[in-house]
């Protein structure tokens, strides 16, 4: 009595069934393989962008050739035989002292094109006004830089010279605004700056940067590299540093 069964066409079904099978598990492993290179990408992509933007030298820079990459505003040809740095706090008194002794050294120099002056103007102390004033300071420097740095050391010497008590409101934006008109940064562009607090974070991040290189206080200067300290109070004290550094 026949049972109805077909042993051939059953092994057949069988051997479809498996094959089906591993069709299923293959496109599965493909399925996850293209999504896990998939989600690398992405995150390599993501480092990427996060690396192109982060760090003082690219993030809300300013366009001006004069920044450079560390973010100092550069005053004079980059080539002099002396390079100067200054780091400084438009809020610091004693960068204010410093400016008053030495300023008109700094600007000789620039001006016989002995020097190269890279002022590194930074923002930490904000803690001694009451509306942010050494930041928004810092901002105004870089606004007034980006149209150019022929009137920069003018500029400087009127912030200092008009540089707020500690521990009350700084100068308000129309102030500050008017500091750079008188020094003779007029582009309406700067105005528009200073209210936007364009480079707001670009302060933050080359602040930091420059506390992270070992800076400890302001003003820090060094003259070819080598820290000055003695001369730094000193009526034009710098003027002979400067001398001897260009020997």
């Known amino acids: 009595m026949s049972t109805g069964r077909n042993p051939l066409a059953e092994a057949e079904a069988a051997d479809r069934k498996r ?10 492993v493909l399925i996850a393989l ?19 933007t982060a760090g003082p030298g690219t993030q809300g820079a300013p366009v001006s050739g004069q920044v450079t ?28 002292a410093f400016e008053a002794a030495n300023g008109q050294a700094l600007e000789d120099a620039v001006a016989d094109g002995t020097a190269v002056v890279e002022y590194q103007i930074i923002s ?17 420097s870089f606004c007034v830089a980006e149209t150019g740095v022929t009137h920069y050391q003018d500029w400087l ?37 200073v209210n936007a607090k364009k480079y707001d974070q670009y302060i933050k991040d080359t602040t930091q940067a ?9 003003p820090t200067v060094t003259v070819n590299g080598t820290q000055v300290t003695d001369a730094l109070f000193t009526q034009n004290g710098l003027a002979s540093v400067i001398a001897d550094a260009a020997k």
């Open 19 to 28: 094959q089906r099978l591993i069709q299923v598990a293959v496109a599965g």
């Open 34 to 52: 293209v999504a896990a290179i998939g989600i690398g990408i992405a995150v390599k992509r993501s480092g990427s962008d996060s690396d192109s």
């Open 69 to 96: 990459e560390s973010g100092a505003v550069r005053v004079a040809n980059p080539d002099a035989k002396v390079k100067i740095r200054v780091v400084a706090d438009l809020q610091c008194p004693a960068c204010k």
């Open 124 to 140: 930490f102390l904000d803690r001694a006004s009451t509306n942010q004033y050494s930041s928004r300071a810092a901002n105004a």
């Open 157 to 193: 010497q009127s912030m200092f010279a008009q540089q707020p008590a500690e521990g009350g409101a700084g100068h308000d934006n129309a102030k500050l605004i008017q500091i750079a008109a008188d020094a003779g940064y007029t582009d309406p562009a700067i105005a528009d700056c």
């Open 210 to 218: 420059t506390l992270n290189s070992g800076v400890q206080s302001t």
